[in-house]
Structure formats: C-alpha cells, structure tokens
C-alpha cells in the first residue's frame, strides 16, 4: 500500500486517524484505553479497528479474548507511511 491508499484508508472514517495518531504516540492499547481516547463508542472502536486490520494497519490478537480486552498495534509494514499520512490529513485539513 503507498500512501495515497493509506491516506484513503485512513480518511474513511473520522475515528481511524484518531486511532492510528495515539498508536503511534503512545505504542500497544486495549480497547477500552483507545475507547476512552478516541471519545467513541466501544462499537465503533471495534468495527474500526477490525477494518484498520483488514487493510494491514493494525494488528489484533488471534486469541479469543473478549473485544474489549484486546491489545492492538500497529504492523510493522507501515506505520511511517501512517504517520506520514496523518500528518498529510492534518494539514489538508488546516
């Protein structure tokens, strides 16, 4: 993926780029943590970051843990492009 896909990717939805933002800043979250962060609802973190794994941006456990107790990351494909990305987002915004 380059980063015209990734920044189409990310602009889907206004809760991936705040997702994607506090992976990168801040590492490895548990659901609720990003939840909080993200000032959404738990079914649309989760829906989120179930589509943010289907477009390799993120990784969830294989484990069948509870939704809510899950660690997610980011891979380790892309997350320059992602922060590249945000950053093109933000600006175009501004």
């Known amino acids: 993926m380059n980063g015209f896909d990734t920044l189409s990717v990310i602009t889907r939805s206004p809760v991936r780029p705040r997702i994607l933002r506090y992976l990168l800043e801040r590492g490895p979250a548990e659901t609720p943590e990003l939840t909080e962060h993200v000032d959404a609802s738990r079914r649309t973190v989760s829906r ?31 997350p320059v492009v992602a922060d590249l990305s945000i950053h093109m987002l933000a600006v175009a915004r501004a």
Do not use: I, M, W
């Open 48 to 78: 989120t970051l179930s589509a943010l794994e289907e477009e390799g941006l993120a990784e969830l456990p294989d484990d069948e843990r509870a939704a809510l107790e899950r660690t997610v990351r980011l891979t380790n494909d892309d």
